[in-house]
């Protein structure tokens, strides 16, 4: 009888387990007899160590501090996954009672240093561990660009490695006393990041997801999946914000559509898939300029529609965390 495979690393498998594979989460996977030719190899042989990790003690202490985790997943790439992230951060910052972290988990292409104003800056280690990069008195970053010699590498690494480093961060990042969201921006798509930093996390709870789309169907396609892949790990969905849904002019105001919902866009899926939609953002070609320049797009353009709209978005995802965290102390 084959062993029986929990459900995140069952969605990572490329092929069903064939005869006599010893296991996936065994000690022997990927290196049994069978396993030589199988096409989960790779998979089974990079995935998180088994067994008790004794590390998951000092990550468990860490994320202790933290009172809101927050994932922030898109399907696709090119959507303004991480564009959004570094918009939640600043918004959440604005507030100056709230303490908040970013964790750029995009290891392939870490873009929120440049888009946080930290780019260039490398992270300081002491005896109580590595120290995030401040972009902002209550606003800290950790990312793996910190740590690379040169920052046009490229990062070709393994499961095995990304995996590594992601328990480094939580496990070794110094948030200070206690912080109130953590907000992380993973890879797009579904890949080793999400399958560690969804383990590493889940005894400490993690809030839930945030997904970005934009609103053609070729888009919402691999939302689908992502929001497949969030209930497979039990993961919340905590609603869908649909990002470059028109293009608001700055001189005349007036706004046009440029991807077209084709199958109803954002709001359509949600309603489909019962899931919370968190609201709309327009294009702004000032929210790049902003994140290419390292700045708060808040600071110069406070009133303008696509800044209306994210902080709309973001008071809808902080009811969201609320209503969440009601239903677990009634
Ligand atoms: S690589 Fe080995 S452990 Fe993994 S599914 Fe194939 S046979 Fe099973």
New binding site residues.
């Given amino acids: 009888m084959t062993p029986s495979v929990s459900e995140p690393l069952k969605a990572q498998?490329q092929a069903p387990?064939?005869e006599h594979?010893?296991?996936?989460e065994?000690e022997?996977?990927?290196k049994?007899d069978?396993?030589d030719g199988?096409p989960?190899?790779n998979?089974?042989?990079t995935q998180l160590p088994k067994g008790p990790d004794p590390d998951m003690h000092l990550i468990n202490q860490r994320l202790s501090q933290i009172d809101h985790k927050i994932l922030v997943l898109s399907g696709k790439g090119g959507v303004g996954k991480s564009t959004f992230t570094s918009m939640l951060s600043w918004a959440l910052a604005a507030d100056e009672d709230l303490e908040v972290g970013a964790m750029d988990l995009d290891i392939c292409g870490p873009s929120l240093p440049r888009m946080l104003g930290a780019e260039g800056e490398s992270v300081h280690q002491s005896n109580s561990g590595l120290s995030p990069v401040y972009v902002a008195d209550n606003l800290g970053l950790m990312s793996i660009s910190f740590m690379l010699p040169d920052p046009d590498s490229a990062v070709i690494w393994r499961g095995a490695k990304k995996n590594g480093l992601i328990k480094q961060f939580l496990k070794d990042v110094n948030w200070g006393e206690h912080l109130d969201y953590l907000v992380v921006d993973t890879p797009p798509g579904t890949s080793d990041e999400h399958l560690s930093v969804t383990s590493y996390m889940k005894e400490t709870g993690i809030d839930g997801a945030l997904i970005v789309t934009t609103p053609q169907e070729v888009a919402l396609l691999d939302v689908r999946k992502e929001i497949d892949f969030c209930r497979k790990a039990n993961i919340k969905i905590l609603g869908l914000v649909e990002n470059m849904s028109g293009f608001v002019c700055p001189n005349c105001h007036g706004e046009s559509r440029i991807f077209k919902p084709t199958t109803g866009g954002g709001a359509q899926l949600c309603e489909d898939l019962g899931i919370p939609f968190l609201g709309s953002v327009p294009l702004d070609p000032r929210i790049g300029k902003a994140c290419d320049s390292g700045k708060s797009f808040f600071d110069n353009y406070s009133d303008s529609p696509a800044a209306t709209a994210i902080l709309d978005v973001v008071d809808a995802l902080r009811d969201q965390i609320e209503i969440s965290v009601e239903k677990l102390t009634i």
């Fill in positions: 498998l387990e064939p594979c010893p296991g996936p065994s022997q996977a990927g049994g069978a396993c199988c989960n190899q998979i089974c042989s």
